[in-house]
């Protein structure tokens, strides 16, 4: 394990970068899409409901890889050249952000009535009251459900493995095929998610300590 | 105080998590066994063969049965070892799945477009070789790429497998060019015609198979390399390999591998018949 460590020390941090780069790309673009398209769903609108519920359930139910693969082969074909470690990334955000959108969703209707009513009556417009009273509020009770969905974001990055995209999985098979020591190197590679993983999920569980 | 115990377990319980990890390496199991007597008793041999591969071994979705070079030569030296009655089991297996599955003891032997190479045999035990591959390029028709000098340009982007042997070979002609590895050829195929790279870069004998089935695809440059195809045995199984080896030699001499090589490539442009028979 030492010997895969140090050998192949650089191929290991790249892929940490990479997996890492994707990583925050997809988490912060995904919390923005998937809080619009909660908020589409909540919307006293049938249209925009309808909006939300499509593009909710089209990416949540459709395999990661299948939606990575279409944006590495099929976009590239028909519209623009776009690279391995991108098209996952898209893929990457579009997925997850179907998940975050259902958990949004969540905390918005769990947030009390009364309080968008209150808002309202107090003046505010609807939007005023969405992003300073209800959201605010929906964030708080769904930091945990989050948690888990930031954690998954993480080791779905794998994916980029697929398309070609040299984050941490990449090189972990490449590692194992070069070396010829599968167990080890998928050991290493495992322990480099736990260096991303596991401080988020510490620091998430000191988001919701905090807020609660 | 309550905290750094907390902090102090959860270090504990990862090494104890690698320390079982590792522990599940250096067990001796099934891979430990004598292949030849377990497989004279069972009256079957079971092979590691590639089911994505065109010519060697492709998946026939008509009756669920793996088909091609590799399959039809491991079915025939099985006859020669085990006699008529003798059965050929084959498992499905990638560039990545063929060592760790031969490890395991999950399969008796890889037949799988196999290259034989030093650091492999740091690994396992080849037979000697049954194909005389080389690796080559798949590019375009009309593509500007016509010889793997080509391609030793900054930015140029070349498609492999992960796992093969031709992903380290390209780096070493062409160290400039940068290798998109892919986890199977029909993924690499794909990636080829949606443009992720200007050219596949695999061993001849796949790629003329590839190019069969793409028509707006050829080979080019012929082969830059000399990689010969080997039947690769777990370490430490000699009668095994003694009789792989034997049963090789005999169907060299009685024409069936002749036979099975026209079966496959007789109708391949481009390939040379005269300099691959035995």
Redesign the interface.
Known sequence: MLYILTHYWSELIQGLGYTLLSSIIALIFSTIIGTMFAIFEVLPNRAMQIIGRVYIEIFRNIPLLVIAMFFYVIIPMYVAKIDGFTAGTIGLTIYTSSFIAETVRAGILAVDDGQMEGARANGMSYWQAMRFIVLPQAFKIVIPPLGNQFINLVKNSSVLAFVAGFDLMYQGNSIASLSLDTINSYVVVGLFYLVITLPLSYYMRHLEKRLA | MKKTYRFLGVIGL?GLL?VG??A??SRKALSQQDVLTNDKASKTITWGVKADTKLFGLMDVKDNTIKGFDADIATAITKKILGKDGKAKFVQVT??TR??LLKNGNIDAIIATMTITP??E??VDFSNSYFDAGQSLLVKKGSSIKSVKDLNKAGTKV?GV???NS??NIKKYAPKAQV????DYA?AM??L????GVALTTDNGILYGMASQNPGYQVVGGAFTKEPYGIAINKGQGPFKKEVNRALKEIEADGTYNRILKKWFGNVAGFNYKEASR
Request: hydrophobic share 35%.
């Open positions: 990862l690698i990890l590792s599940c390496g560039s990545q060592i760790p650091e492999r740091k690994q498609i992960t796992g093969a992903v380290a998109l590895e892919l986890s993924q794909t990636a015609k949606s443009g992720q």
